[in-house]
């Protein structure tokens, strides 16, 4: 178990339909770091999403708008404390929990460090997880963010993340959907801090997979739009 000590720890968990998912992903969340504040931003799911989440202790936000980046910067908007590190993690079981203490550590010795990222992409990758289409498109969108943006990330568009709350705070994303990843990449980097990535494995995801095909415009656009700032 990782103490946290002085330390305060948010984490923000987007939902929509995340029955299967996300009672596991709250329990390992709670094994792995000592008094974090869990907060499920819901996406209007139809299952027992937020019952569950509830029953767990996690607080919920009933989202207002529609996708995952609405989901973040409405969390966002809604906070009402200070923690020191902000936890951003999928319902879906895929991202392990257990390297969020790492993750940590990596903050508090390196304060230049603004942000660090589970990259899943690595000698434990398993195709079995990714359908072999997303593999590849991911892939090509990660080749193009590099390419054209100047941030070099293996895993740009990672769900797993911690940065620091006082980056964080004043964002307010413009991306709606799945490409908020992208734009807080540059958001981090054009306050002047630093990203780090750490090997992570991946895991199949519990329940209905959410990511489509046509998600993979949204984001190419977003790293073009990027561009323009980098």
């Not at 504040?37 to 937020?50: E, H, K």
């Not at 991306?175 to 750490?198: A, C, W």
């Amino acid at each position: 178990m990782f103490g946290e000590g002085p330390r305060s720890l948010l984490a923000i968990v987007a939902a929509l339909n995340e029955q299967e998912g996300i009672g596991p992903t709250i329990a390992e969340l709670r094994e792995c770091l000592e008094n974090l504040r869990i907060v499920v931003v819901d996406g209007r799911s139809q299952d027992r999403t937020v019952e569950i989440a509830k029953d767990m202790g996690a607080e919920v936000l009933s989202q207002t708008g529609n996708g995952k980046g609405d989901a973040l910067a409405q969390a966002i908007h809604e906070i009402r404390t200070d923690p020191d590190y902000v936890i951003t993690t999928d319902a879906d079981y895929t991202y392990p929990a257990k390297f969020l203490p790492k993750m940590i550590r990596i903050m508090e010795e390196d304060p230049k460090v603004g942000m660090v990222c589970g990259n899943r992409f690595n000698s434990h990758f398993h195709m079995d997880y990714m359908n072999n289409l997303f593999y590849f498109g991911n892939r090509l969108l990660a080749f193009t963010h590099n390419l054209l943006n100047g941030v070099q990330l293996r895993d740009p568009l990672t769900g797993l993340r911690v940065i620091r709350w006082s980056i964080l705070k004043d964002w307010a994303p413009k991306s709606l959907g799945f490409d908020v990843e992208v734009e807080l990449n540059h958001y981090v980097e054009r306050k002047g801090y630093g990203i780090v990535e750490i090997s992570i494995p991946y895991r199949s995801r519990l329940g209905e997979k959410k990511l489509k095909f046509i998600h993979g415009a949204s984001i190419l656009k977003r790293i073009i739009l990027e561009s323009a700032h980098a």
